[in-house]
């Protein structure tokens, strides 16, 4: 019994000295790194600084340009929605050509314009109307963050508009401005609102909330208005 009693006290020596031993040759887990952690829980789609500048001959027609663009899911209230994605370019500028000596216009549609741009930054080359959104099927609003949108004739601004947020549906019939002013650099007028969207039914911005207006003749806060690319009033 005795020789029994010291063999089980030697095996169980044995354990415990091999127990040690492993647990020096096997490393700790390593904990994550703060920018492993970041990078886990970034959009799965992600461009920095993405631009574009589409030419007609020697002249520029449109161009492009934004910080970062990402890709995240849609949220409603508290909760996510699997499947609906937003598609966000921050501080976004887009800037659109005229030019009188080829007998240009003020563009018509701005709906047309914008998506044009965006189609050229993210969607793939030859895609046509393909473009972006075809290409992110998921993707059912893009949100500009914020934004700046000029239109030039002849290299000079005729129109420019700053907002906090643009947002774009997948039909582009309307593009919501949030905190926006509308300026016409060349009179000095400016127009000011917590909502201006762009109707591209009506081919106009429309204001359909409170707003206020100044020139160099004076001020004055009103509601409903509708305001053309040429800076043309008429009430809403």
């Given at each position: ?15 415990v ?9 096997t ?54 929605v699997?499947g ?38 993210i ?46 549906g ?21 127009i000011?609102?917590?909502r ?5 039914s ?18 004055a806060?009103?509601?409903g ?12």
């Open positions: 019994m005795r020789t029994r009693a010291r063999w089980l006290i030697l095996v169980g020596i044995l354990v000295i091999f127990a040690v031993v492993e647990g020096y040759r490393p700790p887990p390593v904990e994550p790194t703060p920018e492993i952690k970041q990078a886990a829980s970034r959009p799965a789609y992600e461009v920095g600084g993405p631009t574009l500048t589409e030419m007609r001959g020697d002249r520029v027609i449109r161009s492009f340009s934004a910080k970062e663009f990402t890709t995240r899911r849609r949220s409603f209230m508290a909760f996510q699997k609906i994605e937003e598609a966000l370019f921050q501080d976004a500028r887009l800037s659109i050509y005229r030019y009188t000596k080829d007998r240009e216009k003020l563009p018509e549609s701005l709906g047309d314009e914008v998506a044009s741009l965006l189609k050229g930054v969607g793939k080359p030859g895609s046509g109307e393909a473009g972006m959104l075809s290409a992110l099927p998921r993707v059912m609003q893009l949100i500009l963050e914020p934004v700046t949108l000029e239109i030039l004739v002849d290299q000079s601004v005729v129109l420019r508009l700053h907002a906090h947020s643009a947002r774009i997948k039909d582009r019939q309307r593009i919501e401005f949030r905190q926006a002013e509308l300026e016409n650099p060349a009179k000095h007028q400016r000011t609102s917590s201006i969207d762009w109707n591209e009506s081919r106009s911005f429309e204001i359909a909330e409170s707003y206020r207006a100044e020139s160099p003749l004076g001020h806060v009103a509601r208005l509708r305001v053309g690319l040429d800076f043309a009033f008429s009430p809403l």
